[in-house]
């Protein structure tokens, strides 16, 4: 969910940023809008959209510059090719790797060393195109793909992967430390953090969750 919205988000104020978020987390509002009742879904002129990569993708059509989903259908296609090379893979490992460890669901060894192991494996697929691509996953500027992936990492950065573990992906930790450089992803990351306290008081103490704070 927290990178779901991320992405909704980053997308949106790439592309406009002065838009405010409209509060997605009314029943009413996901009655009307997803059958699902989940978020994030985005009310447009011309009816409602719901999953997280089919929302960044009509954000990301309606900047007329192109940047935002790829300049030219080759980069287009680049473009989809990573965000659907997250949803299938990365994404699925990195939430198995986190919930156990925010505390969210049990944590099964079994389970969560596929994960870790998973996540080395993509990792080292992303990191040697990290390596020769600049500063952007596709083109010279920031697109979706760079969105989806970035939110995917972002906790992991924040929270599990130390300073050892880093020099393991240099290119990766390159390529994301730009994009968390970027003043809209700025915008986000108090946001994240909410989302991740939030979550932790949900599962654990309140002083539990105090004293994970100040570790």
């Known amino acids: 969910l927290e990178n779901s919205l991320s992405k909704v988000k980053l997308s949106t104020w790439f592309l406009i940023p002065s838009l405010e978020s409209p509060e997605a987390d009314k029943k009413e509002f996901l009655s009307k809008i997803n059958p699902n009742g989940r978020i994030p879904a985005l009310e447009t002129p011309d009816g409602p959209i719901y999953e997280s990569g089919a929302i960044i993708r009509y ?3 309606l900047d007329k510059s192109g940047k935002l989903y790829g300049s030219n ?7 989809d090719q990573w965000v659907d090379w997250s949803g299938l893979n990365l994404e699925p490992a990195v939430e198995a790797y986190l919930l156990p460890y925010y505390g969210w669901i049990p944590c099964v060894k079994e389970s969560f060393d596929k994960a ?3 996540i080395k494996k993509y990792l080292r697929v992303l990191d040697n195109h990290c390596k020769n691509c ?6 010279d500027s920031i697109t979706i793909a760079d969105i989806a992936i970035a939110t995917s990492l972002v906790a992991c ?3 599990t992967w130390d300073e050892n573990y880093r020099k393991s992906i240099p290119n990766v930790t390159k390529w994301f430390q730009g994009i968390a450089s970027e003043d809209n992803w ?3 990351k108090l946001y994240n953090n909410i989302l991740f306290w939030l979550g932790l008081w949900k599962a654990h103490s309140l002083p539990t969750t105090l004293a994970l704070l100040h570790c």
């Not at 600049?134 to 083109?139: A, E, I, N, P, R």
Request: proline share 4%; glycine share 8%.
């Open 59 to 61: 954000i990301a059509r």
């Open 73 to 79: 259908p080759y980069h287009q296609a680049l473009v």
């Open 116 to 118: 870790h192991n998973d």
């Open 134 to 139: 600049g500063k952007y996953l596709v083109g």
């Open 157 to 159: 950065f924040q929270w």
């Open 186 to 188: 700025k915008k986000v």
